[in-house]
């Protein structure tokens, strides 16, 4: 059962992407600290379903919503279920994002537009949504003036250590996050007065689907310990976890910061040695 002093007892979150790998497991892990946790997927119902069992099934409490984040009304939809069920909203981590890789010089415009769409303006389509709930339930509650002491939202982007990290065959992705980190600063700045909270993860090498490839062969996964000096790949909940901290009120002087969770990728370890 879920302590009833847990960090996010009570409050709504709206977790995008949450049908497999980080976004999975932030749903999980907040709705083991307390949170209604809204598990949205695009596509892939049944694992959706398994994320929302999950939940249930340790005493939690969620709802399953279909969205695909790239289009406006199915994001308008997202929400308006999410305040049908459970009347407010606290906490948006958006989270959903994809990969479609090529190299640039063959990459196509549907495969660099999919990518924009989905992990950038899907990013800005469910932030300002979620912005302008927060800025309504605040104003319904005559406290829009900014002097409450705590955050009346908290947005979470997740991007990625490649908002900083070039990466050629991945130029789309690459652009993507590169630009959620200028998003997220922007809206950040914009939306302090109001006492909405906006931050980003940037996960490294984490063991999810999408790189399975990469940590299930041994001679790979020996390389990709290479570029860590922490020499171990990242789990889901290492992510959670840092998501779950920049969402609750511990964190509440936090805002515009990008935290990486990458065992220190973003080091320049081949300079360890002195290059």
Known sequence: MIPTDAKFNGQVVIVTGA??????ACAIHLAGLGAKVVVN????QEEGQKTLDTIKNSGGAGLLVQADVSKEDDVARLFARTIEVFGRLDVL????????????LEMTLAQWQKV????LTGQFLCCRQAARQFVAQSKKNNDSSGSQPLSIGKIVLMSSVHDVIPWAGHVNYAASKGGIMM?????SQELAPY???VNSVSPGAIKTSINKEVWSDPEKYKGLLELIPYRRIGTPEDVAKAVAWLACDDSDYVNGETLYIDGGMTLYPEFADNG
Request: proline fraction near 0%; avoid cysteine.
């Open 93 to 104: 981590v958006s989270n959903a994002g994809l990969q479609q890789d090529a190299t640039f």
């Open 19 to 24: 049908s497999s790998g980080i976004g999975r």
């Open 41 to 44: 997927y695009s596509t892939n």
């Open 195 to 197: 006492k909405i909270r």
């Open 116 to 119: 924009i769409d989905v992990n």
């Open 183 to 187: 998003f997220m600063r922007s809206i």
